[in-house]
């Protein structure tokens, strides 16, 4: 069985960009995360302890961003890729970032998948 706890649509600020230009202004990013963790445990016992606090995800991640600049995507998703495996309990973490401005259609951006 292949448990996951998703934040979908997570709304960011930070600079990113290739040129300095593009990372001299904050920019709204879009990231979809998917946690691969076992959640029998968690759903057994009802209890916040055995599981992982998406709240709190979101919130690392966010304060992750804000502190850094990233020229590529890449390196941002890898950022909260390797952020979020330091959680005990974390098998795989997918990381999907898009900046805002490019998310009409056609939706461009990445996606990483890292395994612990």
Do not use: H, W
């Amino acid at each position: 069985m292949v448990d996951r706890i998703f934040i979908d649509n997570l709304r960011l600020k930070c600079r990113v960009g290739t040129t300095d230009e593009e990372r001299s202004a904050l920019q709204e990013i879009l990231a979809n995360i998917s946690l691969t963790v076992g959640l029998g445990r968690a759903g057994a016992s009802d209890n916040l302890d055995d599981t992982i606090d998406y709240r709190d995800a979101a919130e690392r991640i966010s304060q992750f961003v804000a502190g850094r600049e990233f020229k590529l995507l890449e390196s941002l998703a890898e950022g909260i890729a390797a952020l979020l495996l330091k959680d005990a309990g974390v098998e795989k973490v997918t990381v999907q970032v898009r900046k805002v401005k490019y998310s009409s259609e056609p939706s461009i951006g990445i996606e990483v998948e890292r395994n612990r």
